[in-house]
Nanobody, 125 residues
Framework: VQLQASGGGLVQAGGSLRLSCAAS????????MGWFRQAPGREREFVAAISWGGDNLSYADSLKGRFTIARGNAKNTIYLQMNSLSPEDTAVYYCTAKLAARTEATVTPSSYSYWGQGTLVTVSS
């Protein structure tokens, strides 16, 4: 199983980025997927998650309204649209996946089985 995240880069404060994560190696139609991030010197934190049915979304409270998670029609790809970025959003962003019930969109990192390699997002002031 592989999760390949992409779309990171350098952006100015106030700008937007769209991250993508493509999963391969098995059928992901019954896997919840999510995004976490880790800034230098800080613990990994939850960003957003989406159920495999696509009808249950979870967001970190601090990111609601700025970040949007979505799932592709093929179910093995997720996206994270990030708007109004600030330097505090600078981090490595990781995508994750876990076998889950249809509506599950867990926020707990330890419950996820698969992790991508991360993509770096740098927001300049």
């Amino acid at each position: 199983v592989q999760l390949q995240a992409s779309g990171g880069g350098l952006v100015q404060a106030g700008g937007s980025l769209r991250l993508s994560c493509a999963a391969s190696g098995r059928t992901f139609s019954n896997y919840a997927m999510g995004w976490f991030r880790q800034a230098p010197g800080r613990e990994r934190e939850f960003v957003a998650a989406i159920s495999w049915g696509g009808d249950n979304l979870s967001y970190a409270d601090s990111l609601k309204g700025r970040f949007t998670i979505a799932r592709g029609n093929a179910k093995n790809t997720i996206y994270l649209q990030m708007n109004s970025l600030s330097p505090e959003d600078t981090a490595v962003y990781y995508c994750t996946a876990k076998l889950a019930a249809r509506t599950e969109a867990t926020v707990t990192p330890s419950s996820y089985s698969y992790w991508g390699q991360g993509t770096l997002v740098t927001v300049s002031s």
